[in-house]
């Protein structure tokens, strides 16, 4: 296995006094889909928001071990670099009210342009790789609002590229969306793993099936803390689970 | 445009951020100023026979406020007393009736209702100072009296009363109204053992905020209760609320002492409403409603 | 038995079709109300708008009730003088105030200063004319330009600018505070700071209903009554700049639309009157139009939001 883009060492992360994620070590290969799956309250969500430390904006958070980000620690590293490393897609599509244009442009705004790129295109560049180029490129100035809800995900996920991260990180990207529109946000996924490593939530095991590379699979244990159960390569993870609880849930034992 | 150095826009974050909180500082110090200011020179000259004694009179505006705390209170109840039924009843109305009521007859009366509700919010106070001196001290020979003021006042406190009470109404949970109605309950019922009492600390807020704006009003008395410090002896009396008694204590006598006395009481009276609708809606919290 | 349950059920329908009504009725009295007020006023002052004209009535520079000289444009001008003075002193404040209490405060100094803003409001007009008066009309005073007494549009707008500070505030962070929280989570996970979150999406997202806010200042500010008389000075007079800075305007005395009722209704007869009454038609009239659109400004938002 290369060496991983980011890790976790032993993370743990409380609310308060309550431990919702327990001692968690786990590699983020480069290059490639990682799923993360789980029953529903299992610290799925909770556990990809570290990578990026979105968790901070919840008050009485608390971590401790270590994530890294090319073996370097999030932790030490300033926040908005990070960020600007590590991207986010929420589950529900959230476009500013703002026009296309200005929605994909937002990063590079903030953060600034390499020298000798301009703007338009960027943006172009940014829409084309989430797929979405063809269907707006006559309209950018229309309000992102009015797009439907698979072309605002990919929207968002234009956004996210514009910023050039490394890791992008999905949350339930298409639990919100139709069949068809999601069907496309995982071809989307596919295309996209050649330049960026991808972290990616799922409740849809079928979905995780089809398209990660390696499986993650976290359970809460008796005190309702995320365990992580199992790690390993997708295709070993749903055809010989090594541990008994894998394969229950894969299985559709409970959860 | 180059890429932008993370401790740049730190920095630029810093700075707004500390102009946000000098803002802020700001306000409360200006409240803390005005409150402070006339506290302190006010508290001094408050003693028991000022609460006792009425006003004399005369240039140094001597001896002290009972007939305008008498005048005061007369004026709050006899507002309330016509507002609140009033405005319960219309808030009631909105929330209750008005939304299944969609014959033709019905629907453009309760769209007019909410325009009137909601202009009457925006009027200004010296209107309905304007339209009570010429309806009740003029035409309806009221002169300048606690009647005239208390209907007066009426008016300027109605929208409040009704917006607070259709706020409450609002907060009460569907279900309540479908159980009440599933077992029998004809509307009036559900709403008269079910749906107001569940409501109750709700439209009281509505009715403090009432008492609270009756006591700080103005201009309103200033052209409809007259100026007479005696105190009142019927609803045909003339008057002085506490809020009034400043504004001659200042603008006439020019007894500035006396005046932040006043001043002082009456911001007392304004913290003591701020607490109790605090109080209240404690208590909502606490009573395990939506919120 | 059966004909006493219905007996009792059409009496008890009888009753909720009698509450009905009665409800109906106490919502149509605010109705009545405004009706009354708009009547009341329109016939009070029809005498004005005919026998002085609608023109020389806001055109006049003159009003001399003694002389039966009628104009409310000095008034006009110092109503709107007034205001802009308030909006211009106390706008950054309220703003500053309100997105503080919306996207920085920590929770404890949000637990002191929302009470003191939500108390500030609550404080009785006449004290902060108190106020004015006794503690800025005096620094006011100090300013070395002719004439200056300290009474007049400064110490008026200075008074006003507190006055509007909670209803500008609280209405601007209802409407910071209503911004979907996606959107500040989506602008944070590409990396802007709170900052830039804050002036690229969540004040942008919250532009009409803080627009609201400071429409619905505007017409408080032009409603106050009581503490403008206390300060401003109450002459009837065109203010103008004393020296050739034309900053000194705010020095001068002047005498509000409101204040111009208050002061003289009660001895008010004829024709005067009326002039009094058309003033108010004229207040109204102002206040209805900044009101609505703060109304279609609000429901924009909301349509959008």
């Avoid at chain 1, 070590?25 to 789980?38: E, K, L, V, Y």
């Avoid at chain 1, 969500?45 to 008050?59: C, G, V």
């Avoid at chain 3, 609608?54 to 009003?63: M, Y």
Wanted: glycine share 10%; hydrophobic share 50%; with cysteine.
């Amino acid at each position: 296995m290369p060496e991983p883009r980011m890790r976790t060492i032993d993370y743990c992360l409380y609310y308060g006094g309550f431990r919702a994620l327990n001692s968690i070590s786990m590699d983020i290969p480069p290059n490639m889909i990682t799923a993360i799956i789980g029953p529903s309250g299992c610290g799925k969500s909770t556990f990809l928001r570290s990578f990026n430390r979105m968790n901070e904006l919840i008050p009485g958070v608390r971590v401790t071990g270590k994530v890294l980000l090319d073996g370097e620690d999030i932790f030490s590293l300033d926040v908005v670099s990070l960020r600007r490393k590590v991207g986010m897609v929420f589950q529900r599509p959230n476009p500013f009210p703002k026009s296309i244009f200005d929605n994909v442009a937002y990063g590079p705004r903030i953060h600034g342009l390499r020298k000798g790129d301009s703007l338009a295109a960027l943006v172009e560049r940014s829409l084309k790789a989430a797929a979405l180029w063809d269907e707006v490129k006559d309209d950018l100035q229309k309000s992102a609002l009015s797009l439907s809800g698979g072309q605002q995900q990919r929207l968002c996920i234009a956004r996210a590229l514009a910023v050039e991260p490394e890791v992008i990180l999905m949350d339930e990207p298409a639990s919100a969306l139709d069949p068809i529109a999601t069907l496309k946000i995982e071809e989307l996924l596919q295309t996209l793993k050649e330049n960026y490593t991808i972290v990616i939530v799922t409740h849809n095991m079928q979905q995780a099936a089809r398209v990660s590379d390696f499986t993650a699979f976290l359970l809460m244990d008796e005190s309702r803390a995320g365990n992580l159960v199992e790690f390993g390569p997708t295709k070993q993870i749903f055809t010989t689970p090594r541990d008994s609880r894998t394969e229950d849930y894969i299985s559709g034992r409970f959860g | 445009m180059s890429s932008r150095s993370p401790a740049g826009r730190k920095l630029v974050q810093a700075g707004a951020f500390s102009l946000l909180w000098v803002s802020a500082l700001l306000s409360v110090l200006v409240l803390a100023s005005v409150v402070g200011y006339v506290m302190i020179k006010g508290i001094p000259e408050l003693n028991l026979s000022f609460f006792t004694t009425p006003p004399r009179g005369g240039l140094s505006g001597e001896g002290g406020i009972s007939s305008t705390i008498v005048a005061t209170l007369y004026l709050v109840v006899m507002t309330l007393l016509v507002a609140a039924p009033l405005g319960i009843g219309a808030g009631v109305f909105l929330v209750e009736y008005a939304e299944s009521m969609q014959n033709r007859l019905m629907k453009p009366l309760i769209r007019i209702a909410r325009f009137g509700v909601e202009t009457l919010a925006g009027v200004p106070s010296i209107i309905f100072g304007l339209f009570g001196y010429a309806l009740f001290v003029t035409l309806m020979h009221f002169g300048f009296s606690l009647l005239s003021a208390s209907l007066a006042g009426a008016c300027l406190i109605l929208p409040v009363v009704i917006r607070t009470t259709e706020e409450a109404l609002k907060a009460v949970p569907q279900s309540y109204r479908e159980g009440s109605l599933s077992l029998g309950a004809t509307r009036w019922e559900t709403i008269r053992r079910v749906v107001l009492p569940s409501a109750v600390p709700g439209i009281t807020t509505g009715m403090i905020l009432g008492v609270g704006r009756i006591i700080s009003e103005t201009a309103v008395f200033y052209v409809t209760l007259g100026g007479s410090y005696r105190t009142p002896t019927s609803i045909l009396s003339s008057g002085r609320t506490m809020a009034l008694h400043v504004f001659y204590l200042a603008m006439e006598t020019r007894a500035f002492e006396k005046a932040m006395a006043t001043g002082a009481v009456l911001i007392a009276c304004i913290i003591a409403v701020n607490l109790a609708i605090n109080a209240v809606s404690r208590r909502l919290t606490a009573g395990g409603g939506r919120w | 038995m059966t004909g006493t349950v219905s007996a009792r059920g059409r009496m008890k329908r009888l009753t909720d079709s009698a509450m009905g009504l009665v409800l109906l009725g106490s919502a149509l009295v605010s109705v009545t109300i405004v009706l009354l007020i708009g009547l009341f006023t329109l016939k009070e002052a029809l005498p004005a708008f005919r026998d002085i004209g609608l023109v020389r009535l806001l055109t006049g520079t003159e009003w001399r009730p003694g002389q039966d000289l009628y104009g409310l444009f000095a008034m006009i001008a110092g109503s709107v003088l007034v205001t802009l003075g308030a909006i211009v002193l106390g706008l950054p404040l309220a703003l500053g105030c309100a997105v503080f209490l919306a996207e920085v405060a920590p929770a404890w100094v949000r637990a002191v200063v929302k009470p003191s803003i939500e108390l500030l409001a609550g404080i009785p007009s006449v004290v902060f004319g108190l106020f004015g008066m006794v503690v800025l009309v005096p620094m006011v005073r100090g300013i070395d330009v002719p004439g200056n007494a300290g009474f007049g549009l400064l110490s008026a707008s200075m008074v006003l600018a507190v006055m509007i500070l909670p209803t500008i505030a609280s209405v601007a962070e209802v409407a910071l505070r209503s911004v979907p929280e996606e959107y500040r989570q989506g602008s944070l996970a590409l990396g802007a700071t709170r900052w830039e979150t804050l002036r690229r999406v969540t004040v942008p997202a919250a532009r009409s209903g803080m627009l609201a806010a400071v429409v619905l200042g505007l017409g408080r500010a032009l409603g106050e009554t009581i503490a403008m008389i206390m300060v401003i000075g109450n002459a009837v007079m065109m203010p103008e700049a004393a020296t050739s800075n034309p900053l000194t305007i705010f020095l001068s005395r002047a005498r509000t639309l409101t204040g111009n009722i208050a002061v003289e209704i009660n001895y008010a007869t004829g024709l005067h009157a009326a002039a009094l009454f058309a003033t108010g038609v004229v207040l109204f009239v102002l206040i209805m139009i900044v009101n609505a659109s703060a109304r279609a400004l609000l429901a924009s938002g909301m349509r959008r939001g």
